[in-house]
């Protein structure tokens, strides 16, 4: 038991390195150290060997837009992304060069995406009404016309299908508030001003679980 307990210290100790203490991550500031192995070595206890996070603190990678992941860790590596959690957990990584950054962002982007559980039916359909309409009455546009019709994300614009709700609905509650600390996000600025507070647990609620039937409902079959 003894020998037991020993192990669940040390694993404990290297998860709370590799998000608290970049200093004694592993190899993070070696520019030689592929993009792949810092993402196995040290992202992946906070977010997952394959992306794919347990906590809503941190985001889910996988499957996300290969180009969003480069340009977010560009800005934690410049500090220009300053909302709390960037400050607490990434701005340590002011070392990671651009092909580390390519690699990391090629890696997360080529993991399989998992959806989470639907939250009650009143709100999930509020969510998907935003995301498929948006709120003409207040100024809101769609969110399908920029992250795409399964939430996959389009370009610069990240995939939103499987993401925490939480987390989704956090940022954009920093977008409505904050946009300084998301220095890409002025765009969502305007679109989120206009929304409440349900408006935004509502669809953040929806493209976490992002229901299998949305998909069959905007491919519907065939008329035999």
């Given at each position: 038991?003894?020998?037991?307990?020993?192990?669940?210290?040390?694993?404990?100790?290297?998860?709370?390195?590799?998000?608290?203490?970049?200093?004694?991550?592993?190899a993070v500031d070696n520019p030689a150290v592929a993009g792949k192995t810092i993402?196995?070595?040290?992202?992946?206890?906070?977010?997952?060997?394959?992306?794919?996070?347990?906590?809503?603190?941190?985001?889910?990678?996988?499957?996300?837009?290969?180009?969003?992941?480069?340009?977010?860790?560009?800005?934690?590596?410049?500090?220009?992304?300053?909302?709390?959690?960037?400050?607490?957990?990434?701005?340590?990584?002011?070392?990671?060069?651009?092909?580390?950054?390519?690699?990391?962002?090629?890696?997360?982007?080529?993991?399989?995406p998992v959806m989470g559980e639907p939250a009650e039916q009143s709100l999930m359909?509020?969510?998907?009404?935003?995301?498929?309409?948006?709120?003409?009455?207040?100024?809101?546009?769609?969110?399908?016309?920029?992250?795409?019709?399964?939430?996959?994300?389009?370009?610069?614009?990240?995939?939103?299908?499987?993401?925490?709700?939480?987390?989704?609905?956090?940022?954009?509650?920093?977008?409505?508030?904050?946009?300084?600390q998301r220095p890409r996000g002025e765009i969502m600025k305007s679109i989120c001003?206009?929304?409440?507070?349900?408006?935004?647990?509502?669809?953040?609620?929806?493209?976490?679980?992002?229901?299998?039937?949305?998909?069959?409902?905007?491919?519907?079959?065939?008329?035999?």
């Amino acid at each position: 038991m003894k020998k037991i307990a020993q192990f669940i210290s040390l694993g404990m100790a290297l998860a709370g390195a590799g998000c608290h203490d970049m200093d004694r991550s592993r190899a993070v500031d070696n520019p030689a150290v592929a993009g792949k192995t810092i993402a196995l070595q040290v992202c992946s206890n906070c977010h997952g060997v394959k992306g794919v996070s347990i906590s809503p603190a941190f985001p889910k990678l996988a499957g996300q837009r290969r180009e969003y992941l480069v340009d977010q860790l560009t800005d934690f590596k410049t500090h220009a992304r300053s909302d709390p959690n960037a400050k607490r957990f990434m701005w340590g990584f002011t070392h990671l060069s651009e092909a580390q950054i390519d690699d990391l962002a090629a890696y997360f982007s080529s993991q399989t995406p998992v959806m989470g559980e639907p939250a009650e039916q009143s709100l999930m359909v509020e969510g998907k009404a935003i995301f498929a309409s948006g709120l003409p009455d207040k100024g809101v546009a769609a969110c399908v016309s920029c992250h795409g019709k399964h939430g996959e994300g389009m370009n610069q614009f990240p995939r939103l299908a499987g993401q925490h709700a939480d987390y989704v609905y956090k940022q954009l509650l920093v977008f409505q508030h904050d946009v300084e600390q998301r220095p890409r996000g002025e765009i969502m600025k305007s679109i989120c001003s206009n929304m409440s507070e349900r408006d935004m647990r509502a669809v953040a609620a929806f493209v976490e679980a992002f229901p299998p039937e949305t998909e069959a409902a905007a491919n519907p079959p065939a008329d035999q």
